[in-house]
């Protein structure tokens, strides 16, 4: 195991250091951090739209063979919706 890239990421700490102060640091991490959440949240939001329109296809196609399903699959279709809102707020 080689002690190079510890070396090297020591070296660009102190470079930071030496450039920025300690506030303007703790400010780019949480800066960092609120844009990794952010991304997170926006990949999940798209995750969701997506499993949306595949429910609403599912929907469609059951339909299509049984008329009388429309509550049920309308009622599955507007709980996923509403629950996984209410996971990203």
């Given amino acids: ?3 190079t890239p510890s070396i090297h990421r020591n070296k660009e700490v102190q ?8 506030y303007q640091m703790e ?3 949480k800066l960092s951090q609120n844009m990794a ?5 926006e990949l999940l939001a798209t995750d969701i739209l997506y499993k949306v329109g ?4 599912i929907q469609a196609e059951i ?3 049984n ?8 009622y599955i279709l507007r709980a996923f919706t509403h629950y996984t809102t ?3 707020k």
């Fill in 54 to 57: 595949n429910l609403a296809l």
């Fill in 67 to 74: 008329p009388e399903a429309h509550a049920y699959t309308d």
């Fill in 27 to 29: 400010v780019a991490r």
């Fill in 63 to 65: 339909l299509k063979n």
């Fill in 15 to 22: 470079a930071l250091q030496t450039i920025a102060s300690p």
């Fill in 37 to 41: 959440d952010n991304q997170a949240r």
């Fill in 1 to 3: 195991m080689s002690l």
């Fill in 86 to 88: 209410q996971y990203l």
